[in-house]
Structure formats: structure tokens, C-alpha cells
């Protein structure tokens, strides 16, 4: 049998479609990699207290109370690691292919990290996985943490470190977010995430934890694991203050500059890319939420990075379109259709405004020394990047990559990605392209499989 | 409730439906991998399996991701050098 739709990905974007397409009376299939509903935003351990510290656990509470009570065939710990063109599209999960006549990608996105001397030592992470270690196993990171980098994300993973009791020596922030005062326009009609940034920063205050804006880490040192940063002032262009280095000592660091969206399956199929302001590569979109690729979907952070509230809506649209698509009468009414259409546009201005005030801070290049680990599952320092386009004469990422393998292990540039294509533009004196990002991002096999596993399948 | 596994030949108590990378980081372990070329200590970064640095040799199977296998009661992990095999 077909399924009207597959959604993969059970974090809000996906979530919200399922529920949405559901209501609407389709057949619906929910894969998601995890053991658990909620995907990182709402990850969590099942048990008492697992709403300690979300935002909107209500709204997944509601969620994934209506999904149990519903026909979604929801099949967790089901990473998607390929999708056959369609209609119908053949989904492969370790266990099983499931097949639908349309499809949803809502694969969410990690951490967006930038190297610097020492960021290979044990005890730096990304604040995503001090967030992960926290919310989905109750373990703290570490008992004196630094918490660095750019953007909004930083403050609720400071505030969960101190909720559990951790002491929290600093919030490093690249960006200057007095900026949002001069963006009314952007502001205008997301006021809950200004009074969400607000509580975040009362908390901080409450335990007298420094929050610094325009200071980047620029160094970790340890031997075994990390016992102290280096940190800098950025000046307005965000390079580091010459003579404004300080020394921190702390036992972990959760380190990242916004985020990647996870675009392996989308790309498999062909689907269109742009660069987004934030310099991540993200789908191409129709006003309804299609891809290039006609009937395949796409909603959250995959469309552009935006967090949770824009997630939702844009799975709630989706949910509704490919009902509509799958010949089911709307569910929608135009009212609500509008405000869906309003918010969102409102949720995307703030998200552009964001990006721009939270951008990585341009002058990281130099932070780097040439024995700094840049691809870190092959080990490439940037000395031999710097060789690739200075001697060997590489003008793209492409190249550079194959002249020196960054990207080319274990995790095939999820991590070193965007750095290496940003590091390349600046050695060729150039600004960062699509086809520099795109470079790192195609991985046919969107996730590890067995050969026992491919062995087995029919066919 | 609690149960424990072993790591490198000691007992590591931990909690049910803890991944192995969470019970090794609150048993105060903070590598338990060394990369194949510089022979560097790495341990937990993404914590959500995208960076495939944790990985680890659990019940003889290397390259295990740490952040991702929950931990059961008795298994045996040990520290991975280089690609494990």
C-alpha cells in the first residue's frame, strides 16, 4: 500500500504536518530517527519532569497527544537513509520501505560550528549537544562551563545548565543584539521571542552570570580535556581586539554559531538549493511549501533556519497542502489560512533580522594557527587547505576537498562543511557561494547503514 | 533503579535510557576514542550523532556512536583507536 503522505522528522515541523494532514483525513506515515517523539527541540528522557525547562511543552504535549489518539503509523528510531523518486516515493529504514504518493521533509538541523585552536579537545562541544546530554540523559556537561558563540540558542542552554545546578562562568555572545532595538519592522509581531530572550537574560542575571556581547572564544587549552578559553573583544567588523585576549578557566565549553540545516535526503532527490543569509544552504520553496520537486515537501529548518514557532506553522501550512494534494477537502479555513500565512512572514522577517545580527564573526580565519584541526575526522590542519588553493591552486571548495580530503570522513563535512567552503572563499579572496556550501552537503547515503542491512533489502 | 556496564576493564553505574556517552561523561570519562593519524583524545561533540567523533567499540562492534546507543545493563565498552579494527 501508498501512503498519502510520509513525514520524516518528528520535531515540530514534522509533528505539526502529520497531525495536520491526519486531521485532514489522510494516510499518514511519521519516521523519525529518534526513540522519541519531540526531535532536539523537545527532546527529552520519558518520565516525571520531562517538561522541566521547554518552551511550549503544551503545544507538544497537544501534539503528540493527538497523533497517539489518530491513524499516523509512527515508527520511531526509523532513520530514512534513502528515498526512491516517486510517486510513489520508496522510503528506506533499516527495517523496512515505506511508500507514499507524497512526501514531507522535516529533517530539522544541528549545530553550526567554526574551528579555533583547540576546539578538538575533549570538553568542547556544541551547545547542542551540552543541551542533548541534559535534557535527554540528565547529565551536565561539565561544573564550570563557558557557553559561547552567536545567537539565541546560546542563552536557553546557559539557563538549563544553571537550572541543574551547574555554575556557568560566562555567556560569550559574537554578535551585538542591541541591534534588535534598531529592526522595529523585524521585531514587530514576534514580541514572545523578545520576552523569551528577556527571561533567559533575568535568569542569567539572577546567578550573576556575565552575559558579553562582541567577545568570541579564540582558544581552548588542556591536556586530557579543556581547562581554559581564550577570549577576545570583536571589534564592529568582528575581528579580535588586538591585546584583548582573557584567559577563563573552566572544565567544558559549548561552543556554536547558529545552525545547518540536514538536507541529505532533499538533495538526493534533486531538490533545489539556495544560500540563505545566514550563509547555511536551504530548500527552494514554494508560497505552499514544495519543493522544486513536485511532491516533495518541505517544512522547519530545512526552508531556513528560523526555530520552533516557524517550524510549526510552517508544518501546520504543509500539513494542510498535501491534504488538499491527496484530493481531501481543505482543512483550512481562509482565516486561519491568512494568519498561518501572516505569522509565518512575520517569523521569517525576525529569522532574516537574526541571522544577520548573529552571523559568524568574520574574522574567525585568523583565529585559526596552521596546525589548527579543521576537518576533524581526517584530521586536515589549515595549513594544507591553505596549500590546496595557494599552491595547488584550487579556486572552489570541490577542489579543495579533493586535493586534501576536508569533509571526506566519518561524518562527510556535517562539521567541517560550511567552514572549510568559508575558508576557501577567503583564501581566494572571494565571498561564499552555494556551490561552495553544496560541496560538502551531498551524501546519497543520508545516513550509516549496514551492508548486512542493504544486503537484505528486496531487490 | 540503576544499572552498570564496563568500560576499559572498570564498573561504570548508569541510568536507564542514558545513551553510553552520557554515563561515561557523569562517571567523569571524557574520550574514549584517539584518532588515527595525530593518536588526539576525542570524546562527545555533537551529542546527536552527526559528528560520528564519539565513536566507540561496544561488545566488539567499533565505530559504535556513542551519543545514540543507550546504555544496557552489562555491555562492555572499550576505548577505540584509530578506525577499530
Known amino acids: 500500500m501508498s501512503y498519502d503522505v510520509a513525514v520524516v522528522g518528528a520535531g515540530p515541523a514534522g509533528l505539526a504536518a502529520a497531525v495536520a494532514a491526519v486531521r485532514a483525513g489522510c494516510r499518514v506515515a511519521l519516521l523519525d530517527a529518534a526513540p522519541r517523539l519531540g526531535g532536539q527541540y523537545w527532546r527529552h528522557r520519558g518520565g516525571e519532569g520531562d517538561d522541566a525547562g521547554h518552551r511550549a511543552w503544551h503545544v507538544f504535549a497537544r501534539l503528540s497527544a493527538e497523533l497517539a489518539g489518530s491513524t499516523v503509523d509512527y515508527s520511531a528510531g526509523s532513520a530514512v537513509w534513502f528515498v526512491e523518486p516517486g510517486p510513489p516515493f520508496a ?140 577570549i577576545s573583544r570583536l571589534d564592529r567588523s568582528g575581528s579580535a581586539v588586538p591585546g584583548s585576549v582573557r584567559r577563563q578557566p573552566c572544565d567544558a565549553l559549548a561552543i556554536g554559531y547558529g545552525f545547518t540545516p540536514q538536507l541529505e535526503l532533499p538533495l538526493a532527490l534533486g531538490c533545489a538549493t539556495r544560500l540563505d543569509v545566514d550563509g547555511s544552504l536551504v530548500l527552494t520553496v514554494d508560497v505552499a511549501g514544495q519543493t522544486s520537486i513536485p511532491g516533495v515537501y518541505a517544512a522547519g529548518e530545512v526552508t531556513g533556519v528560523g526555530g520552533a514557532l516557524l517550524a510549526l506553522v510552517e508544518g501546520r501550512l504543509v500539513g494542510a497542502v498535501v491534504a488538499v494534494a491527496a484530493g481531501r477537502p481543505p482543512v483550512l479555513t ?56 595557494t599552491e595547488l591552486g584550487a579556486t572552489d571548495a570541490r577542489t579543495v576537498k579533493s586535493f586534501c580530503r576536508p569533509g571526506m570522513g566519518w561524518c562527510q563535512g556535517r562539521v567541517c562543511g560550511y567552514a572549510t567552503a568559508a575558508l576557501t572563499a577567503d583564501l581566494c579572496g572571494r565571498s561564499l557561494t552555494a556551490a561552495d556550501v553544496s560541496a560538502f552537503a551531498h551524501r546519497p547515503i543520508a545516513q550509516p547503514v549496514r551492508l548486512a542491512d542493504l544486503a537484505a533489502e528486496p531487490g | 533503579m540503576s544499572y552498570a556496564f ?78 577499530g579494527r
Open chain 2, 6 to 83: 564496563r568500560f576499559d576493564g572498570r564498573e561504570v553505574p548508569a541510568q536507564p535510557g542514558q545513551t553510553v556517552a552520557a554515563a561515561l561523561w557523569a562517571a567523569g570519562v571524557r574520550s574514549w576514542r584517539t584518532t588515527r593519524d595525530r593518536g588526539a583524545p576525542r570524546g562527545l561533540f555533537c551529542g546527536i550523532g552527526i559528528c560520528f567523533d564519539c565513536l566507540v567499540t561496544i561488545d566488539g562492534a567499533p565505530n559504535q556512536r556513542a551519543c545514540l546507543v543507550p546504555v544496557r545493563a552489562g555491555m562492555v565498552v572499550v576505548t577505540q583507536p584509530g578506525v
Open chain 1, 91 to 230: 522510503l528506506h529504514t533499516p527495517d523496512a520501505v515505506v511508500r507514499a504518493d507524497r512526501i514531507v521533509l522535516a529533517t530539522g538541523a544541528y549545530d553550526r560550528s567554526l574551528p579555533f585552536p583547540g576546539w578538538d579537545l575533549p570538553g568542547v562541544v556544541t551547545p547542542g549537544a551540552a543541551q542533548a546530554l541534559l535534557k535527554g540523559s540528565g547529565v551536565a556537561i561539565g561544573t564550570r562551563v563557558v557557553v559561547a558563540g552567536a545567537g539565541p540558542f546560546l542563552l536557553p542552554v546557559a539557563t538549563g545548565l544553571l537550572a541543574a545546578g551547574v555554575r556557568v562562568v560566562g555567556v560569550y555572545e559574537a554578535g551585538n543584539p542591541r541591534r534588535y532595538a534598531r529592526a522595529p519592522g523585524a521585531v514587530a509581531g514576534t514580541a514572545g521571542k523578545l520576552r523569551e530572550a528577556a527571561g533567559y537574560l533575568a535568569a542569567l542575571a539572577r546567578h550573576r552570570v556575565p552575559y558579553r556581547t562582541r567577545r568570541a572564544v579564540v582558544a581552548a587549552y588542556g591536556n586530557s580535556s579543556v581547562s581554559s578559553v581564550d
Open chain 1, 334 to 389: 481562509e482565516v486561519e489560512l491568512t494568519r498561518l500565512l501572516t505569522r509565518r512572514a512575520a517569523l521569517r522577517r525576525f529569522a532574516a533580522v537574526m541571522h544577520e545580527i548573529h552571523a559568524p564573526p568574520a574574522g574567525w580565519p585568523a583565529w585559526l594557527r596552521d596546525d589548527t584541526v579543521v576537518c576533524r575526522c581526517e584530521e586536515v590542519p589549515l595549513a594544507r587547505i591553505r596549500s590546496a588553493v
